[in-house]
């Protein structure tokens, strides 16, 4: 527990039955909650820094000092549910911080007491005390919010010392030994705003308590049995008579009522009667017949009642006494929910009621069916009945001239709009048909002006192309219905807000943010999105709008196919615009074909593309060739990289161009005029030194064919070198040789040079670095004697 020191974290040790839920925020918040672990004491271990600890339903019937002296920090202790017997405040006198006591629900019935602490909230309701548990010192808490109690004697002296406190809640729970000795006037100095007090279950009421006299604002009481033994619940009753006197009560809420038909009529008739505004019932069990008596609905200052969860145990009394004294009522707020009400029958006269919530019932299409006195109402609430088509609701909603919001969600409604009547009221502003079996064919007839309206899980499949025209609606929510598309704005041109998420949307219209321009949220995730290039425009298009636009971006968008992209995020989706789009496709392809054909001439016409094709050509099939000869056979016998033969006019160009660029690449060239032997016939010198030669360099030009070239004719001629293979020549051709120039009889030179086996000697000066790297690539090989510098004649 020590090394706690992360500022967030949660987790859960497992101890046997054991489970310990620790969690720890921002710091100086630690809760640790131990319930239903069958805890026998409060375990030793706990952090030293917990500021909430929830020990409630265990079997804890002790609860010392020890237990929580080293806790300085907490400031919540939740024990109800255990087996304490015994409390001693005291035993909090070093948890300064502690606020919120719980010990409800145990088993207490002495408590002492201790003077400094001080709750805001302290709870020992429903427990085993005879005698409410208030000590003197409570009347030190000058915080306290909330108090519970719980006692069987209920005495105005011991409530005195919190007399002059103003609690906000007090909660009095009455033991079940309650009423033997009673004190009517207890209640009488507990000062709070709100006052609720638990009777003891299952025991008819017979107590004479005075419930008037409380100063709260806002009365309640739970279990209320009567009208039993005493068939006119006259206790009970007499307390509410009571009622009339306290001008300041508001709210009556009464809990967990059973009683006769009879006894709740003269209950309502009674509160009718006080200054109660709020009335409310839950929980309620009614038996027996009714006796139609008339209601007596005069002067009354109730505004609102409220009834839920009512279960009869009579089936064939008159309902329509009932309903016409509900319906009747001359209050503005009427709910009446949870109940198995059939039918309510149309007040008798121009209502006030402004709301009525008939939530839950087993209402009908036949109710208020031609109701003309529901003038004023604004908000009618049929949700989950048993209503059934949309022209009785349609017909219904007619005569109510005021409504402004109807919620008749969770029916089995439907609409044919075979019969073609839409007589919605005008009024309507928000509509709630969802979870129905409405079809898109309930866009044909809906209320003009409604601003709301919610369609969420019906069957709606699509939105027809006639509707009735929308022009006030703000807010569609379509969520969970079938529809493949988004709706268009062009019959709706207000709207603002569209859910429209759990349905079949698979390529949603680019073109609805066009057609939406108010826009301002919409709610589509989990569609079954299709990820192709028509979907690209409308995530475009969603990026777009900003992120408080589009509820639940960018989670609940993924893609549902193709198969290769399934469950990706929209937000990581994406496809290239050329991908996309043909014309820009055939667009861009064309535009590429252009350019490098433009590049393509250019080169040609500006660079001569085709000497350096021929060049580069050259190298390549030099370099290929020159891995296929082996280098020892090559080493052998050759001292020169080269032999060059030119004519005497070119020999400035193989003076000052060709030895410079060759040598300074440590090629060793042989030259005849430097090498040549004197006193062997020339020819004898070509052959000797050709032989010793890797290649052999001819300097073509019309001087060298004039002059030169008859020699090598011969020479070839003898040695049929050229039918070996001519790969040892290489022919430069400094400058262009008409062909006609070429003596008829020079066979060989003409065969080479319609081959053009030859390497143009470059006019342009950028050209020459390609050619003397073409050049020397070819010749370049390692030789045996690299050390000797100098050429000399062997042999
Ligand atoms: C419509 O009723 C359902 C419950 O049936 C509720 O969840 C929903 O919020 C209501 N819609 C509106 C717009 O009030």
Not at 487 to 509: K, M, Q, R, T
Not at 652 to 662: D, F, I, M, Q, Y
């Amino acid at each position: 527990m020590t090394k706690i020191n992360s500022i967030s974290f949660y987790f859960i040790i497992v101890l046997g039955l054991i489970s310990i839920k620790i969690q720890l925020s921002g710091g100086s918040e630690l809760t640790v909650k131990i319930p239903r672990a069958n805890l026998t004491h409060v375990p030793k271990d706990l952090p030293l820094t917990t500021t909430t600890l929830d020990l409630s339903q265990n079997n804890i019937s002790e609860l010392q000092t020890s237990d929580v002296l080293l806790l300085s920090k907490l400031r919540v202790l939740m024990m109800s549910y255990n087996r304490l017997q015994y409390l001693d405040i005291g035993v909090f006198k070093f948890n300064m911080e502690l606020e919120y006591l719980d010990l409800s629900h145990n088993e207490l019935r002495v408590i002492s007491c201790y003077p400094t602490v001080n709750f805001k909230h302290l709870d020992l309701s429903f427990n085993a005390f005879d005698a409410l548990p208030i000590c003197k010192e409570f009347g030190n808490m000058s915080q306290l919010k909330f108090l519970g109690l719980s006692g069987s004697k209920v005495q105005s002296s011991s409530v005195q010392p919190i007399a002059h406190l103003n609690i906000s809640k007090v909660l009095l729970v009455l033991g079940d030994t309650y009423g033997e000795v009673e004190d009517p006037e207890s209640l009488q100095h507990i000062s709070t705003g709100s006052l609720h007090i638990v009777f003891p279950e299952k025991r008819e009421f017979r107590f004479i308590l005075d419930v008037s006299v409380t100063m709260a604002i806002s009365l309640e009481l739970s279990n209320i049995k009567c009208g039993f033994e005493d068939k006119e619940c006259s206790y009970f009753s007499s307390a509410l008579f009571k009622l009339r006197k306290n001008l300041r009560l508001s709210n009556l809420t009464l809990n967990n009522v059973e009683t006769t038909w009879n006894s709740f009529i003269k209950v309502l008739q009674l509160v009718w009667h006080t200054p109660v505004k709020y009335f409310s019932i839950s929980n309620m069990k009614l038996q027996d017949q009714v006796d139609q008596r008339s209601f007596n609905y005069s002067g009354t200052s109730l505004k609102a009642l409220s009834i839920y969860q009512v279960v009869s145990n009579v089936f064939n009394f008159p309902q329509h006494y009932i309903y016409g004294i509900f319906s009747n009522m001359n209050i503005q707020s009427f709910t009446l929910s949870g109940t198995h009400m059939l039918h309510m029958t149309c007040p008798s006269q121009a209502s006030p009621f402004l709301y009525l919530d008939f939530t839950d019932n087993l209402l009908t299409d036949m109710v208020f069916e031609d109701c003309r006195n529901l003038i004023n109402l604004k908000t009618l609430s049929l949700q989950k009945n048993q209503l059934k088509k949309l022209e009785n609701i349609i017909f219904m909603s007619a005569e109510m001239t005021s409504l402004q919001k109807l919620d008749i969600s969770q029916n089995s409604i439907r609409y044919s709009d075979e019969e073609n009547v839409c007589s919605w009221t005008e009024s309507l502003l928000v509509l709630n048909l969802s979870s129905n079996m409405l079809t898109g064919s309930v866009f044909r007839c809906l209320p003009p002006k409604v601003k709301v309206l919610d369609l969420h899980n019906n069957r709606i499949k699509s939105i027809p192309q006639k509707v009735t025209k929308l022009e006030a609606l703000q807010e569609l929510n379509v969520a969970s219905n079938s529809l493949m598309d988004l709706p268009g704005c062009g019959a709706f041109s207000s709207l603002s807000v569209l859910v429209i998420e759990h349905n079949s949307v698979s390529h949603p219209s680019a073109d609805f943010f066009q057609s939406c321009q108010k826009i301002r949220s919409i709610t589509a995730g989990n569609n079954p999105f299709q990820c192709t290039c028509e979907l690209r425009e409308f995530v475009k298009n969603l990026g777009q709008v900003s992120g408080e636009v589009v509820e639940g971006w960018p989670d609940s968008y993924t893609c549902d196919s193709p198969e290769s992209v399934k469950g990706t995020p929209l937000q990581d989706f994406h496809m290239s615009p050329l991908s996309c789009d043909t014309v820009l496709l055939i667009v861009t392809i064309g535009v590429t074909l252009l350019v490098l054909a433009a590049i393509v001439a250019f080169l040609y016409y500006c660079f001569d593309l085709p000497w350096y094709l021929r060049m580069m050509c050259q190298w390549t099939q030099t370099r290929h060739r020159a891995r296929k000869i082996p280098i020892e056979e090559l080493q052998r016998n050759l001292q020169f990289h080269a032999f060059v033969s030119y004519s005497g006019h070119d020999s400035s160009w193989v003076k000052n161009e060709l030895l410079p660029n060759l040598e300074k690449d440590d090629i060793r060239v042989c030259l005849h005029e430097r090498h040549f032997i004197p006193g062997k016939s020339i020819v004898e010198n070509i052959i000797h030194f050709i032989e010793k030669s890797y290649k052999s360099i001819f300097v073509l030009s019309p001087h060298f064919i004039q002059s030169e070239w008859c020699h090598y004719e011969l020479y070839f001629a003898h040695h049929n070198l050229f039918h070996k293979g001519s790969d040892n020549l290489i022919l430069i051709l400094l400058e262009p040789i008409p062909q006609y120039s070429i003596p008829s009889n020079y066979h060989k030179l003409k065969t080479l040079m319609a081959r053009r086996t030859y390497l143009e000697w470059p006019v342009e000066k950028s050209k020459h670095g390609l050619f003397w790297a073409n050049l020397r690539a070819t010749i370049k090989v390692k030789l045996g004697n690299q050390a000797e510098t100098t050429c000399h004649l062997q042999g």
